[in-house]
């Protein structure tokens, strides 16, 4: 049961440079969400997504691009990476709604992005 | 716009003692979550109260919702050096958006 994977765990990049970081899910969710955790600020939504080839904005979505080609995994983007984007990035998927009817989101383990 | 409010930000207690984790919210809303979370680890989901009143246990804690008052709240009970976690709850907003918004999370630290 492997749940939400993301990849990579760590990353260091240095200011300008691009990535991408991959959110798999293999329990058929429809709904996939990427938030962001820094200290004191609690989880802040990113972008998300309530099926495939489709995205929305979520509460932090400047500097960021998301992408849902395929049901199981949700992809988020670094155009062009600033020290402000230095967080922890956390993936979760839901079958429905908020998370309602299954115990709300199931999240990723989470990838610590240092910007320099 | 909901706002999520937890409080305490931090807690430090002793093994055995009891405490409650508050958390206000400020709009109308009938689903709430609680998760925790290990020191750089993922959130594991807790409790998910559905309905006002609902009342979930867990071992040495327990969940309630108050959807009137707009509160839920964490209790813990006889407090074990295992519990040092991060807890938050969550607030499912009303119906036509499809996320949902944490609180700022409680730092538990328990003594041995």
């Known amino acids: 049961n492997a749940g939400v994977t993301q990849t990579p765990k760590f990353r260091v990049l240095k200011t300008g440079q691009s990535m991408t970081l991959l959110c798999a899910q293999d329990?058929?969710?429809?709904?996939m969400y990427w938030y962001r955790q820094d200290p004191g600020m609690g989880l802040r939504l990113i972008h998300y997504?309530?099926?495939?080839?489709?995205?929305a904005k979520g509460e932090v979505p400047d500097g960021y691009n998301v992408s849902r080609l395929k049901k199981q995994n949700f992809l988020l983007g670094l155009e062009s990476a600033a020290p402000s984007q230095t967080s922890v990035y956390f993936c979760?998927?839901?079958?429905?709604?908020?998370?309602?009817?299954?115990?709300?989101?199931?999240f990723g383990s989470g990838t610590r992005l240092t910007v320099v | 716009e909901l706002k999520v409010e937890q409080n305490p930000l931090f807690l430090s207690m002793q093994e055995g003692k009891n405490y409650t984790i508050y958390c206000n919210y400020s709009?109308?809303?009938?689903?709430l979550y609680w998760y925790r979370q290990d020191p750089g680890k993922s959130l594991e989901s807790l409790f998910v109260?559905?309905?006002?009143?609902a009342v979930k246990q867990e071992g040495r804690l327990m969940a309630s919702l108050d959807t009137k008052a707009r509160l839920s709240t964490l209790h813990i009970t006889a407090a074990v050096h295992d519990l040092s976690a991060t807890y938050f709850c969550?607030?499912?907003?009303?119906?036509?958006?499809?996320?949902?918004?944490f609180g700022t999370g409680t730092r538990l630290k328990v003594l041995a």
């Open positions: 979760a998927s839901s079958y429905s709604r908020s998370g309602t009817g299954g115990g709300g989101y199931t």
């Open positions: 329990m058929n969710h429809e709904y």
């Open positions: 997504s309530v099926g495939e080839g489709t995205t």
């Open positions: 709009t109308t809303s009938d689903r």
């Open positions: 109260l559905l309905s006002n009143g």
């Open positions: 969550a607030v499912d907003p009303p119906s036509g958006t499809y996320k949902y918004i």
